[in-house]
């Protein structure tokens, strides 16, 4: 299974940017899929997180900033940022877990993404 992200860039703050993270495989089903990011010095930090049902999660430091979103039938999670600030700066990672095929059985997934830049100008 890999998962591909996408759509991270240099923008000023206030600005926004869109994130992409397509999953492709032998996946037999996903449950939760999310964002995390690393700041450089900093651990990797959870900023957003969907179930397959549509629940989410949010970070406090991105909440009314953030919007995520995905697509099941394209097993794609989606991150609106908007407002962007300094702060935002960091390696923004896609997340998903859930089963896959393995020959004739199912193994549990836990892949991540390349990992995309995002730097917020001030």
């Known amino acids: 299974v890999q998962l591909q992200a996408s759509g991270g860039g240099l923008v000023q703050a206030g600005g926004s940017l869109r994130l992409s993270c397509a999953a492709s495989g032998s996946i037999f089903s996903i449950n939760a899929m999310g964002w995390y990011r690393q700041a450089p010095g900093k651990q990797r930090e959870l900023v957003a997180a969907?179930?397959?049902?549509?629940?989410?999660n949010y970070a406090d430091s991105v909440k009314g900033r953030f919007t995520i979103s995905r697509d099941n039938a394209k097993n794609t999670v989606y991150l609106q940022m908007n407002s962007l600030k300094p702060e935002d700066t960091a390696v923004y990672y896609c997340?998903?877990?859930?089963?896959?095929?393995?020959?004739?059985?199912?193994?549990?997934?836990?892949?991540w993404g390349q990992g995309t830049q995002v730097t917020v100008s001030s």
């Open positions: 997340n998903a877990d859930g089963a896959v095929v393995a020959g004739t059985s199912l193994s549990a997934l836990d892949a």
């Open positions: 969907i179930t397959s049902g549509g629940s989410t």
